[in-house]
Nanobody, 119 residues
């Protein structure tokens, strides 16, 4: 059974840090580009970090660049998101995503983990 299971979310004060994990099962992430998305209430889901299958290239939007770091451990079949200097506007449900170019294209989503930044 293919699964992506996120963990590590929670409540943190502004300026604090959290590390999210995404453990994959049922497939190997080694040939997948892995990413993290987030969705705040009333807003569209947005990409916050992506890493290529080799881990050689990472990309971030301006809103999190310099504060968030995505990494992957293909041996542990796990992806991480280190989030530093958190702001209240980072509050959202964070989702892990895997995609492999085809044919056929394959894509998987996790169930999400809540991150709340508040004093």
């Amino acid at each position: 059974q293919v699964q992506l299971v996120e963990s590590g979310g929670g409540l943190v004060q502004p300026g604090g840090s959290l590390r999210l994990s995404c453990a994959a099962s049922g497939f190997s992430i080694s040939i997948y580009a892995m990413s993290w998305y987030r969705q705040a209430p009333g807003k569209e889901r947005e990409l916050v970090a992506i890493v290529t299958s080799s881990g050689g290239t990472t990309t971030y939007p301006g809103s999190v660049k310099g504060r968030f770091t995505i990494s992957r451990d293909n041996v542990k079949n796990t992806v991480y998101l280190q989030m530093n200097s958190l702001k209240p506007e980072d509050t959202a449900v964070y989702y892990c995503h895997a995609v492999r170019s085809g044919p056929p294209i394959r894509t998987y989503w996790g169930q999400g983990t809540q991150v709340t930044v508040s004093s």
